[in-house]
C-alpha cells in the first residue's frame, strides 16, 4: 500500500509560479513511476506530466510543456511539480498517482494509488 500526500496549492495570479510536492509513504517508492494529473470543476481530470522510476526520462501534456517541470528525490520519497507562468485555464485541483506499469502513462486506469489532490487556482 503506497499513501500519496500532495502539497504546496494555493492562490496564485497569472504568470505567477508554484511548486507542489507529492509525498509517498512507502519505501518502494522506487518502483513506481510518478505523474500528475489534474481536474478542473465540470471537465474530466486530465493527465500532466510523468516521470520514469528511475528519473530518466518525463512526459508532458501539450498545453503545460515549457511551463511544467517534474521530478523525483529518491531519498524523500517525494515527486516535485514545478508550474511557472501559470494561466487561468491551470486552475484545477492537482492529483498525484503511481503505477507499476511503464504502459500508457497517461490514462488513469493504470495507475494503483492516488493522493487527495491539493487545489490551484490562478486568477487573471
Known amino acids: 500500500q503506497v499513501q500519496l500526500v500532495e502539497s504546496g496549492g494555493g492562490l496564485v495570479q497569472a504568470g505567477g509560479s508554484l511548486r507542489l510536492s507529492c509525498a509517498a509513504s512507502?519505501?518502494?517508492?522506487?518502483?513506481?513511476?510518478m505523474s500528475w494529473f489534474r481536474q478542473a470543476p465540470g471537465k474530466e481530470r486530465e493527465f500532466v506530466a510523468t516521470i520514469s522510476r528511475s528519473a530518466g526520462s518525463t512526459y508532458y501534456e501539450d498545453s503545460v510543456k515549457g511551463r511544467f517541470t517534474i521530478s523525483r528525490d529518491k531519498a524523500k520519497n517525494t515527486v516535485f511539480l514545478q508550474m511557472n507562468s501559470l494561466k487561468p485555464e491551470d486552475t484545477a485541483n492537482y492529483y498525484c498517482?503511481?503505477?507499476?506499469?511503464?504502459?500508457?502513462?497517461?490514462?488513469?486506469?493504470?495507475?494503483?494509488?492516488w493522493g487527495q489532490g491539493t487545489q490551484v487556482t490562478v486568477s487573471s
Open positions: 498517482a503511481a503505477s507499476n506499469t511503464i504502459l500508457a502513462v497517461t490514462r488513469e486506469e493504470v495507475y494503483n494509488y
Open positions: 512507502a519505501r518502494t517508492f522506487s518502483f513506481y513511476r
